[in-house]
């Protein structure tokens, strides 16, 4: 049985392994500095489609098949296929599981999706009813500017508080059972909302820092861990400026994160040189950059215990309209192959 | 430990129980034949609101306040609230979440969504990391025309096979442990996305009824139960030519549900006088139906086990403005007060 540490963290008591994990990208992400990380790319981040959203739904499908492969299993292995999206009623992941005949749970945790997937389909497959599950997402640059901004074509400037929503797609197939050595789930904490007031829908690193500290800080608490128990607390898209806040603001509370801290924002793009001001943004970001540099590098050994934190901005272009401010959410997800830990 | 009975059922072992449920509705839902069985309805569907979208978030917040009520336990009691809703970025449900206070997990399930949120929270209650969970949903007429058609100002036409989306929120609260009597859930049976290729976005009905047809199948062979064996087998927003074309596709597969089937779509409005066409739809449209007409008729003993069928059609305006077809989804609850099922 998963044992609940407190409020928001539980520890799992069959940690599920991470048997395969997989991804694709755009170019723009191809040409950055984890180029050597990601599983395939499209020259043109059309995927061979008409259409941005249709190009974006194959990306999700060329990545849970890297997965599935990586994994060794085959789809009929699925028992669940976790999936969402940025996309309005989140289509690139309803289309791309259509035809799948997959068991099918639609999430909506905007940029923090895959930590939100993750820790669901952990605490399924420790629950016992479920062997093997599948947590995917995506975004688009293009779909994206497309929905919230404006349509590419319309040339619009952009500020220097903003992000570049990565063209990038991950998926992670979870087992209860898999091979030794492959990292493992032991812990995760479900994130709150946080909103701090911030109203500017091209600032999203100041909105979703505070949720989060929130989130690590809770998961620290409720642990009883300190930041030096992990080789890396890696957030999920606050760019450049929502890191310098988190820093900040963590440091305001007596825990000092500056060591070991990393943001997939930062790390997907070199943010002058590829001129993406802020840095990456989008679930896409943060599920390559885990399912890229992260897990590979965990095996290898260079990492053998991480903290993934990705953080979601909940508005929508009517939102934002309507005068609200974004509520923010982050979700732990503590990811280990120290045998210690299991 | 939650036992897997086949590729998409599972049995909990430990069956949660439906601790305290409520609602709100819209003022069209209340003049309905269900009126008696509602917890709260707006006039003016404004709920005291500037705007449709705030309306809906302040409904589903009632609803919520109205199941926790009903519980007997506060807000700080929820380990985690799974919501979702059909606005675009599911912004009712964040926006009604922020300042709760609370553990949050966005669900996308279009109107399938309280099928999605009662089957994750039964399996996080059964798997032993979590001790009280809640699950909400909403949709709003005026906010889905707006989002979907067309904004209402403009006086649009329906066609025939139109359903009318409910203005309605259902919250319910699950819990491990709860008075004995209460309704608990025991199995639980997780949908595959299908798609028989209807493109009409006015004849959703058609589009989810093989989706419905597919997983009530599901349901029966792999608990090996028989559509009697429940006292109601009841859909989620098939409407009345959705309903006709569930009951002929499942005869054709030797299983009848012509004598106890019931859609909440067809139960939420008198379709003739209150010129609704096909019914109602929407995430509300089961929610309300199920914690107004379907729980409290079981605790009066009218009903001792009933599945809960919700389905979604997993469309957006952009795809079928692209010349997509329409992906639907159900998922089945079963439901329970008999002794004999625990």
Redesign the interface.
């Known amino acids: ?4 540490l407190a ?2 963290t ?1 520890r ?2 069959q940690p599920p392994y991470l048997a395969g994990f997989g991804n694709a990208v755009g170019s723009k992400e191809h040409q950055g500095p984890l180029q050597d990380w990601f599983d395939g790319y499209s020259e043109d981040d059309r995927f061979g489609q008409k ?1 941005w ?2 190009a974006e739904k194959v990306m999700q499908e060329q990545a849970l098949s890297h997965a599935l492969k990586r994994s060794g299993m085959g789809a009929a292995a699925l ?2 296929l976790l999936a ?1 999206d ?6 690139a ?3 791309a ?14 940029c923090s999706t895959m930590g ?1 997937g993750l ?2 389909s952990s ?2 497959l ?6 093997c599950v599948a947590a995917v997402t995506s975004s688009h640059f293009c779909t994206a500017e497309r929905q919230y901004r404006t349509p590419l074509t319309y040339g619009s400037q952009r500020t220097p508080t903003a992000q570049w929503t990565a063209t990038a797609a991950g998926a992670v197939v979870l087992a209860a059972q898999a091979e030794e050595g492959a990292p493992r789930i032991t812990h995760v904490t ?4 946080v ?1 701090l007031g911030v109203t500017d829908a091209n600032n999203m690193g100041a909105a979703m820092a505070p949720a989060a500290l929130d989130t690590i800080l809770a998961h620290l608490r409720e642990t009883g861990r300190s930041p030096g128990d992990y080789d890396v607390i890696v957030t999920g898209d606050l760019g450049v400026l929502g890191r310098e806040l988190l820093l900040e603001l963590s440091k305001r509370e007596g825990v000092d994160l500056s060591n070991n801290h990393e943001d997939c924002g930062v790390l997907l793009y070199d943010t002058v040189a590829q001129d993406v001001h802020c840095g990456g943004s989008g679930c896409g970001c943060s599920a390559s950059v885990l399912t890229g540099y992260l897990l590979k590098n965990m095996e290898r050994g260079e990492f053998s215990r991480i903290l993934f934190c990705p953080t979601g901005a ?6 934002t309209q ?1 005068g ?1 401010s974004i ?1 923010s ?1 982050c979700h732990a997800v503590a990811i280990s192959t120290r045998k210690e830990d299991f």
């Open positions: 049985m998963a044992q609940k409020r928001q539980v799992l008591e259409t959203e249709k028992d669940a969402g940025l996309l309005n009623q989140c289509v992941s309803s289309f599981a259509r035809g799948q005949e997959m068991p099918f749970l639609g999430l909506y945790g905007a939100e820790l669901l605490l399924l420790d629950g016992g009813g479920f062997r479900v994130g709150k909302i909103d909940l508005l929508s272009p009517l939102t309507q609200e509520p959410i």
